[in-house]
């Protein structure tokens, strides 16, 4: 069942007498208690795309349905109170400085007129679940940039919200604190059951945490569907770029001495195979490995290489061929 429906959502603005269009026709099913990736670089339209979601940006044109209730047809007041399901984090935390950590936790309550001593109680539950009960009275310059998100996480969940939208909530940590906070929003996923939302550029975010994906690209929606399928065999460019292009920040392809190049997708029923060793023993050719690497996909541990054929048509074709039959997938990889 979706719990978030966008239908053909286009956004443009005016920049200086012109005009912008940051999202282009995007539409997008999200099942209640799925937590749901869109990936794109910077600029491609992403955030706007989930500030749209709660309409903090009312879209130019199109749809959007929360559990069947279309918010351009809601009043101020009904749209605050649908708001009020809708918790969101920022990568900059968005913290009150001159309060303290229960405080802040507090204020969407206080906001929505509940008692203080029962606001107190509900923000020292939160607390607890992300393991931040010791700084109920600490002040957001007292705490690491993990510590703050935690808060920032507490917050949003003060209210009982349904749904949980991440905008970059990750970006200004370092690997160790986001894969913690990654396993905290897994946690509240499988605990209460709330729909998450994760707004990222880095494609180890959405293989890490998220069961499905949306890939924006200058605005529009190019590919979408099962993590693990994507991350196997990405069909857009976009997808391709993210998985392999330039977050692993390894020597550039395009600087290796190379010509034809593939990408091979290691499953955990294929692990165990010496499948290159095979190839080059057969086809009596060398294979020249340009980068590997191992991830986490929604628990899986998938492994993919970049190789390096040698020179000549047909022993490539024979070499792609040989690697398919023995079960991995094999895409080829292009530089422009």
Known sequence: MSIIEIKNLTKKFEVEGHVITALD??????????????????????????????????????????????????????????????????QNFNLLEQKNVIDNVCFPLEIAGVKKKDARVRARELLRLVNLEDKEKSYP???????????????????????????????????????SILSLLREINEKFGITIVIITH??????????????????????????????????????????????IRYTPLESLDTGRKIRIVFRENSAYE????????????PLNILRADTRNVNGKAVGEMILGLPEGEELQNSIIDHIKEAGLTVTEVTEE
């Open 25 to 90: 026709g995007v539409s997008l099913s999200i099942e209640k208690g799925d937590v749901f990736g869109i990936i794109g670089m910077s600029g491609a339209g992403k955030s706007t795309l989930v500030r749209s979601i709660n309409y903090l940006e009312k879209p130019s044109e199109g749809v959007v349905l929360i559990d069947g209730v279309n918010l351009e047809d809601l009043s101020e007041k009904e749209l605050r109170k649908e708001r009020s399901r809708i918790g969101m984090i920022f």
């Open 141 to 179: 310059s007292q705490l690491s940039g993990g510590q703050k998100q935690r808060v920032a996480i507490a917050r949003a969940l003060s209210t009982n919200p349904q749904i949980l939208l991440c905008d970059e909530a990750t970006s200004a940590l370092d690997p160790q604190t986001t894969g």
């Open 202 to 247: 880095q494609m180890s975010v959405v293989t890490e945490v998220c069961k499905k994906v949306a890939i924006i690209d200058s605005g529009r929606l190019v590919e979408e569907g099962e993590v693990e399928k994507i991350f196997t065999n990405p069909q857009s460019d976009a997808a391709k770029e993210l998985i392999s292009g330039r977050e």
């Open 274 to 285: 010496p499948v290159i060793a095979n190839t080059i023993l057969k086809m009596q050719a």
